[in-house]
């Protein structure tokens, strides 16, 4: 029962966005403008729901004890944090200088770290893959180190010609390998959109 | 293994992180640059911009993500300097939380160094990825609240913008907003600044003249950074510029580090078939 209500809706708004898309009437700009607002609706009402969800769940384990306190607390603690800043009586919302101090000073800073801790971890991976002896761990680390000589930051013609190869690898092999997966995902998506239109699902299979 | 190995590979990463630190201080040597001397990617963008009106409205997409934003800040502030020296007008939205908390702390930056605050509009956070764009197209009046552009926008809606800046992240980029946004309004300028790891899938659009410029790697921001002219805007550049010389140590340490275990997994292997070789 569940599925031809869902290949019902996602047909009858495909059409209707495609159809407004290619023919301009006004009736139906404002019909498709209304399923746009309530996607976007949605997308805002899905947001909201995932926060309180996560912060139910963090409490929850929290009163419970289980799982990892310090986690859960801190967790808590950032989302209480956010909300006083913004939400604080005369407080501008997401414009107030708190909330921006609490990104830029904080939340940005932490990120960085966490992705500069990537440097040292990525190399230990690689050198572990290595250790283990695959043949496609070769391959990828012997690529990286291709790749990592290409982009030293050298000046003059050395710099010049290591540039230019880097770009022929940026353009060449990597984009025709990214834009072979991207045509995969892009088939496979149209299969499963042509599945979920014809209401055919796993079980039919 | 050894008590010297275990201290030397434990300490490892603090003293990498030290010569980081002092390559940083130290001043870069003159052999060492970022930029290149392929300056395609910056004459488009030139070219891009002279063809705009004087004083051109400009949408500004701003969604980039934590952990690639750094790649790009300079070349993201240097190229809202360059559109402010030529008295343009930002509208700023975004559709990520992520590119939203960045864009807070770009615009309290731009306060603090004095930018002229009627030459910007905060649009807000549109939540809803690609039906946001949609919308988008439609018009932004609904978000706007006062202000010159806003009142150009409210007449004008989504044809008030004479340019379109994409500011890419993971989650939203340029191909998003050439395949759902540009089709929907009229011709404009389309120009993008993202993360090397966007760059295969938005190669195409450039190519295509869907996008009409691209600062798509470090060499080429490097290589914009170095002409863009600012003029009494100079103070919106960030300083210092990436140290050279830090990247430079870093690559030559991530070099060493796999090379040594590259060599050692083919060493390992080589002994291996000589044991096999010596077998009666």
Redesign the interface.
């Known amino acids: 029962m569940r599925r031809p209500v869902v290949a019902a809706l996602v047909i009858v708004v495909g059409i209707l966005l495609l159809a407004d898309f290619l023919v301009v009437n006004e009736s139906l700009g404002e019909i498709a403008g209304l399923v746009i607002d309530a996607v976007i609706l949605v997308a805002a009402g899905a947001a909201l729901a995932g926060v309180v969800s996560l912060a139910w769940r963090r409490g929850y384990d929290l009163w419970r004890r289980r799982g990892d306190p310090i986690g859960a607390i801190l967790v808590l603690v950032g989302i209480a944090a956010m909300l006083v800043a913004g939400l604080r009586p005369g407080a501008e919302g997401a414009g107030d200088p708190a909330v921006g101090w609490l990104v830029a000073a904080l939340l940005a800073p932490i990120a960085a770290t966490l992705f500069g801790l990537l440097f040292v971890t990525t190399i230990v991976a690689a050198r572990r893959s290595l250790s283990g002896g695959a043949r496609d761990a070769v391959l990828l680390v012997a690529a990286a180190l291709v790749t990592l000589v290409l982009l030293l930051p050298v000046g003059g013609e050395v710099g010049d010609w290591l540039a230019q190869a880097a770009g022929w690898t940026l353009a060449v092999p990597v984009a025709a390998v990214f834009r072979g997966l991207l045509l995969g995902i892009a088939i496979l998506a149209a299969v499963f959109a042509a599945r979920t239109l014809l209401g055919i699902g796993a079980t039919d299979d | 293994m050894t008590d010297r190995r275990h201290l030397v590979e434990r300490g490892a ?1 603090a003293l ?1 992180l030290l010569a980081l630190a002092l390559a940083a201080i130290v001043p870069t040597p ?5 930029d ?3 300056t395609e990617a910056t004459e488009r963008w030139a070219s891009a911009l002279d063809g705009l009106p004087a004083e051109p409205t400009i949408l500004v997409a701003f969604d980039p993500d ?2 690639t ?2 790649e790009i800040r300079p070349t993201v502030r240097v190229a809202i300097a360059d559109l402010l020296a030529m008295e343009a007008r930002l509208a700023f939205v975004s559709l990520t ?1 992520e590119g ?3 864009l ?2 770009e ?3 731009l306060e603090r160094l004095d930018v002229n605050s009627a030459r910007l509009l ?1 649009l ?6 690609e ?2 764009l ?2 988008l197209a ?1 018009g932004p009046t609904a978000r706007v609240r006062a202000g010159a552009i806003a009142r150009e926008l409210a007449t004008e809606g989504s044809a008030a913008f004479e340019a379109l800046l994409v500011v890419g992240g993971n989650d939203i980029g340029p191909r998003s907003w050439v395949e759902q946004y540009v ?2 309004v009229d011709p404009r300028p389309v120009l993008a600044i993202t993360p ?1 790891v966007l ?3 938005i ?2 659009y450039l190519a295509s003249g869907q996008l009409d410029a691209v600062f798509g ?3 080429d921001g490097a290589t914009y950074r170095r002409s863009a002219e600012l003029g009494s805007l100079e103070r919106l550049r960030e300083a210092p510029e990436p140290p ?1 010389s830090g ?2 140590l ?2 030559a ?3 060493a ?6 060599i ?2 083919v060493a ?2 080589a002994g291996g078939a000589g044991r096999e070789q010596e077998r009666p």
């Open positions: 990463p990498l003159s052999g060492l640059r970022l290149s001397a392929d934590l952990g934003y750094p939380p939203r908390a960045l807070l702390a615009l309290q930056r905060d807000g956070f549109v939540p809803g990825a039906a946001a949609v919308s439609d089709p929907r090397t760059l295969p899938e190669q195409p790697t470090p060499r050279a990247l430079l870093g690559m340490v991530a070099i580090a796999l090379a040594h275990g590259w050692a997994r390992r292997a």
